[in-house]
């Protein structure tokens, strides 16, 4: 049972529709797509499956989701795209299936991706992520819970970004961004915590300081990387931010802006 399919949209029957799902006109919902209760698909609109739409999910006018990815080495293989409840996908934003290497492009819940962005295969976006207009993600991007990216940033392939950071617009993501880290510019370059980000979040003064400490040691510092890590460790390691944040350094491939 549906809310309101448009006569106009095309909805295949192979589709899974929930209760009170809109289908807005000249929307089109592909085989195998499972629309959460409460979502509505906008105007010409287009799902591809096999995508998973949560529930209350609100995809914006000419959005494209589920299409496959664009990967030269993809050869048909199964893949899907899932997104999570609650999040705001909006006007002609294109989001790509996964490849054979992880099998899904995953978004979380509550996420408010804006105008023109592009997720290609393989991204992890974490919860409460907002992702601004004409960003670009290329494949097997990583994105952490209450990360917030700025406007016409492209980010490179396999680039993690840090839960509760901040990317400025129209920067360059080469290289990981560390969680609650503040970052901006082209080249891009470190500017403290995220502490706005963090106080609006609700982390005390005394855990922002904390952070603020193990910043300072690890990028403003004579000592090592691996140097700073163990001295962060032994001060604040107790903390499971702080902790957090040793465990995104030690295990970045892509190497960690500074």
């Known amino acids: 049972m549906t809310a309101g399919v448009h006569p106009s949209a095309v909805v295949d029957p192979a589709a899974d529709l929930d209760i009170d799902v809109v289908v807005e006109p000249f929307a089109i919902v592909g085989p195998r797509v499972q629309v959460g209760a409460g979502t509505t698909i906008g105007a010409r609109a287009t799902v591809y499956g096999p995508t998973r739409l949560g529930t209350g999910c609100s995809i914006g006018v000419g959005a494209v989701l589920g299409t496959d990815p664009q990967d030269l080495k993809y050869r048909g293989e199964a893949s899907e795209l899932v997104i999570g ?9 294109t989001v790509n299936r996964g490849t054979a290497e992880s099998g899904s ?5 509550h996420c408010f991706l804006m105008s023109y962005v592009h997720v290609a295969h393989d991204c992890r ?5 907002i992702v601004a207009n004409m960003v670009q993600l290329a494949g097997h991007v990583a994105i952490g819970d209450h990360a917030q990216i700025g406007g016409s940033t492209p980010v490179h392939q396999f680039v993690r970004i840090g839960e509760h950071s901040f990317v400025g617009g ?3 993501v080469p290289q990981d961004v560390p969680p609650f880290a503040r970052t901006a510019g082209n080249p891009m370059r470190m500017y403290g915590i995220n502490a706005v980000g963090l106080r609006r979040a609700g982390f005390g003064a005394e855990l922002r300081a904390a952070i603020g400490r193990a910043f ?5 510092s004579t000592l090592s990387r691996a140097e700073a890590i163990e001295r962060v460790r032994v001060e604040s390691g107790h903390l499971p ?3 957090r944040l040793l465990d995104f350094m030690v295990a970045s491939e892509r190497g960690v802006m500074v």
Do not use: C, K, P, Y
């Open 241 to 243: 931010e702080v902790a």
């Open 85 to 93: 409840d609650e999040t705001q996908i909006r006007e002609f934003v």
């Open 170 to 172: 129209g920067s360059r």
């Open 105 to 109: 492009t995953i978004i979380g819940s």
């Open 125 to 129: 976006i974490g919860d409460h992520v």
């Open 216 to 220: 300072r040691l690890l990028f403003n």
